[in-house]
């Protein structure tokens, strides 16, 4: 029993010192956690995840995941199979692609899919980086899930520590079967999103937080969000504009002034993140050459066909 016990011990440490040594490699093949992989490698998102179990103020549940993604364009979702002929279409279309991220159109843990995609692409396309953007609420929970479908790069939105902001930022939370609201709800995310990361680190996974900076909410809040995730052991942030819709479409998007102010005063703490183009859920290509094209930010490039999902309705869709 002791034997087995410490055998399950020994492959567990293995497992996680083996994906601590592939940090640099995957950092530099990841175009959201460099500067220069931005440029030079690319990604293909599966919109698998539909459903969402919180509601930020921020968000219009008709269109994509706001914490990652570019809101306004509203995405097809397909199936864990389709998942798998879409990175077939996407690594012969465009051989620069390195990474598989799940990131909506509502939270990816909430939807099972995205395990199962998860587990589909890993064992035809075992040396894709499997990256997922989350969150956070359901983290604690399926942290295992994850870990078993070979998830090695991780976001996870946070957009305030102290509960005071929180419960302006989030409506509801529904967690377990019930709706949370005002502080508690917020309080349940925070523990589960703060819980969540420390547990991705301690899987040897590489950690980003994204934080949407809200003027007037949590502009002056962010270098603590700094100060918490660099102390659990994230690698990088990545702070957005909040793009103003839902119930914060009176509030104005930050000026470039203020994003960098926060980023550099979070940089003091924590490597940033300044090239997110926050893409669509399905995007398909090289993120560091889709700015300027003429399709807004972030747009995404999945001009190679792969998916058709031009302004599909998806309404109701988001709802768990
Ligand atoms: Fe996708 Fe996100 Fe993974 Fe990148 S996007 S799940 S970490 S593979 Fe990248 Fe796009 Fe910004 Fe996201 S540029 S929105 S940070
Ligand atoms: Fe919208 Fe859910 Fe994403 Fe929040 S977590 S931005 S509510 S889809």
């Known amino acids: 029993m002791m034997d087995n016990m410490d055998n399950m011990k020994e492959k567990i440490t293995e497992h996680i010192e083996y994906r601590k040594s592939c940090e640099a490699k995957v950092v530099a093949a990841h175009p959201c956690y460099s500067s220069k992989a931005h440029r030079t490698f690319g990604r293909v998102h599966l919109p698998v995840a539909p459903k969402c179990n919180v509601q930020c103020n921020f968000c219009v549940r008709k269109f994509a995941c706001a914490n990652e993604n570019r809101p306004g364009v509203t995405t097809k979702v397909i199936s864990p199979d389709e998942a798998v002929e879409t990175v077939r279409r996407a690594v012969s279309s465009e051989p620069r692609i390195r990474v598989v991220g799940i990131a909506g159109p509502g939270d990816p843990l909430a939807n099972d899919e995205t395990i199962e995609a998860f587990n589909l692409v890993k064992e035809e396309f075992p040396s894709l980086i499997r990256c997922m953007s989350t969150n956070g609420l359901l983290l604690p929970d399926r942290i295992d899930e994850l870990d078993a479908a070979g998830v090695i790069t991780l976001t996870v939105t946070v957009n305030a520590l102290d509960p005071e902001i929180g419960e ?5 939370v529904k967690y377990k079967g019930k709706t949370h609201r005002g502080k ?10 703060l819980d969540g990361i420390s547990m991705a680190v301690k899987r040897g996974m590489v950690v980003k937080v994204n934080s949407v900076l809200i003027p007037g909410i949590n502009d002056r809040h962010l270098v603590e969000v700094a100060k918490k995730v660099k102390g659990l052991g994230a690698y990088t942030m990545n702070i957005l504009p909040l793009i103003p819709q839902g119930r914060f479409s009176s509030l104005r998007p930050p000026t470039p002034e203020e994003i960098e102010a926060a980023r550099s005063e979070c940089e003091a703490v924590i490597r940033q993140f300044t090239d997110c183009v926050q893409c669509r859920a399905d995007a398909v290509g090289v993120p560091g050459e889709e700015c300027g094209i003429g399709r807004g930010r972030g747009s995404g490039s999945n001009s190679i066909g792969i998916i058709q999902n031009q302004q599909e309705d998806t309404r109701n869709a988001f709802e768990m």
Not at 168 to 172: A, M
Not at 184 to 193: G, M, P, V, Y
């Open 168 to 172: 302006k930022i989030y409506s509801f």
């Open 184 to 193: 508690e709800a917020f309080e349940i995310l925070s523990k589960n999103q």
